[in-house]
């Protein structure tokens, strides 16, 4: 498990870039200036950016007859630590009712509070 790193800092447009990237699960980076309504140089720029930072991947391929790149977001490390207690997994993954006062979630409670002494 890694510890999650400190967000980047992105200008409004790179922020909006990588919005697109990853509500579309990926993009052709000849369609990704277009929708972002900027110029090919700018999008380049922005993809640059991304790239650097890693918080998305580039791959090469070919889209109506021509050479591009397909973007597709980059596979974040989850941190699961916020959902333990001690080596306790949080008893509400997965279940739709939760009894607040159940034995499990209350030891659940009670290690999460041990854990910040």
Same mark, same amino acid.
């Given at each position: !498990?890694?510890?999650?790193?400190?967000?980047?800092?992105?200008?409004?447009?790179?922020?909006?870039?990588l919005e697109l990237i990853e509500e579309t699960g990926g993009i052709h980076q000849s369609e990704f200036w277009k929708e972002l309504d900027v110029s090919s140089r700018t999008g380049s720029r922005i993809v640059d950016r991304l790239l650097d930072v890693e918080l998305i991947e580039r791959t090469e391929t070919v889209y109506d007859g021509r050479k591009t790149y397909y973007l597709t977001p980059t596979d974040t490390d989850l941190d699961y630590r916020l959902l333990m207690a001690g080596d306790m997994?949080?008893?509400?993954?997965?279940? *739709?009712?939760?009894?607040?006062?159940? *034995?499990?979630?209350?030891?659940?409670? !009670?290690?999460?509070?041990?854990?910040q002494e």
């Amino acid at each position: !498990m890694s510890v999650a790193e400190p967000p980047v800092e992105l200008s409004e447009s790179q922020q909006r870039g990588l919005e697109l990237i990853e509500e579309t699960g990926g993009i052709h980076q000849s369609e990704f200036w277009k929708e972002l309504d900027v110029s090919s140089r700018t999008g380049s720029r922005i993809v640059d950016r991304l790239l650097d930072v890693e918080l998305i991947e580039r791959t090469e391929t070919v889209y109506d007859g021509r050479k591009t790149y397909y973007l597709t977001p980059t596979d974040t490390d989850l941190d699961y630590r916020l959902l333990m207690a001690g080596d306790m997994l949080s008893p509400l993954i997965g279940e *739709d009712d939760v009894d607040s006062q159940s *034995d499990v979630f209350t030891q659940w409670v !009670m290690n999460l509070q041990y854990e910040q002494e």
